[in-house]
């Protein structure tokens, strides 16, 4: 069975930074699958907040968080890991990593098929 644990999250205050990670487990390739971070607030929509290709480490940002956060990843140890910097109270949310098989590098969630449960990041200003 496939499975994505994400860890790291917690309290921060405005400016500090935080390195969450993604572990997987079950995966017959990891370095065969795409896998983003994505951040739910309250009340708002999901969205993207960076993902990394499988073997090429082709990565996305979004737009707030292109020059703040550094996706990267170590396949032989199946994480993936995304380190934030200069945190802001609107990056405030639960954060989830997802995995999705393929060579492309993957930035929709709805093209995501495994999902891990999520960690909170609060940043307290």
């Known amino acids: 069975e496939v499975r994505l644990v994400e860890s790291g999250g917690g309290l921060v205050q405005v400016g500090g930074s935080l390195r969450l990670s993604c572990a997987g487990s079950?995966?017959?390739?990891?370095?065969?699958?795409?896998v983003g971070w994505f951040r739910q607030a309250p009340g708002k929509e999901r969205e993207a907040v960076s993902c990394?290709?499988?073997?090429?480490?082709?990565?996305y940002y979004g737009d707030s968080m292109r020059d703040r956060f550094t996706i990267s990843r170590n396949n032989a140890r199946r994480t993936v890991y995304l380190q934030m910097n200069t945190l802001k109270p609107e990056d405030t949310a639960v954060y989830y990593c997802?995995?999705?098989?393929?060579?492309?590098?993957?930035?929709?969630?709805?093209?995501?098929?495994?999902w891990g449960q999520g960690t909170q990041v609060t940043v307290s200003s």
């Open positions: 079950g995966f017959t390739a990891f370095d065969e699958n795409s």
């Open positions: 997802a995995a999705k098989y393929g060579p492309m590098l993957y930035a929709q969630s709805a093209q995501y098929e495994h």
């Open positions: 990394i290709s499988g073997s090429d480490g082709d990565t």
